[in-house]
């Protein structure tokens, strides 16, 4: 079983930076890629950036990319997602989750651990 737990959240005004993190424990070593993922007020559930477990290979939705980078810490079994230039539109609850399907899934189908989410929000 994979446990994943976010922090890092926060209120920021627009153009600021925050760094969530996310660690993780348990059955760890099977699982390929960690994803992050929002679910901003009254919305779904969308993907925002995803990195393999290695460490390598980081991808990101259009909004995101440019603006938020996905590292991975492998002494600490964490992964990070820092992020800049932040919009109101950016404001969500933020969650990371695994998956072993190999090659760029961004749905959230495709993951089955999941944190319990951290808030962000930005302010105008």
């Known amino acids: 079983q994979v446990r994943l737990s976010e922090s890092g959240g926060g209120l920021v005004q627009a153009g600021g930076s925050l760094r969530l993190s996310c660690a993780a424990s348990?059955?760890?070593?099977?699982?390929?890629?960690v994803g992050w993922f929002r679910q901003p007020p009254g919305k779904g559930r969308e993907f925002v950036g995803a990195?393999?477990?290695?460490?390598?290979?980081?991808y990101y939705s259009p909004s995101a990319k440019g603006r938020f980078t996905a590292t991975k810490d492998d002494a600490e079994n964490a992964v990070y997602l820092h992020m800049n230039a932040l919009r109101p539109s950016d404001t969500a609850v933020y969650y990371c989750?695994?998956?072993?399907?190999?090659?760029?899934?961004?749905?959230?189908?495709?993951?089955?651990?999941w944190g319990q989410g951290t808030q962000v929000t930005v302010s105008s």
């Open positions: 990195i393999s477990w290695s460490g390598n290979s980081p």
């Open positions: 989750a695994t998956t072993r399907t190999l090659g760029t899934p961004a749905t959230t189908a495709y993951f089955a651990a």
């Open positions: 348990g059955n760890i070593y099977d699982e390929k890629i």
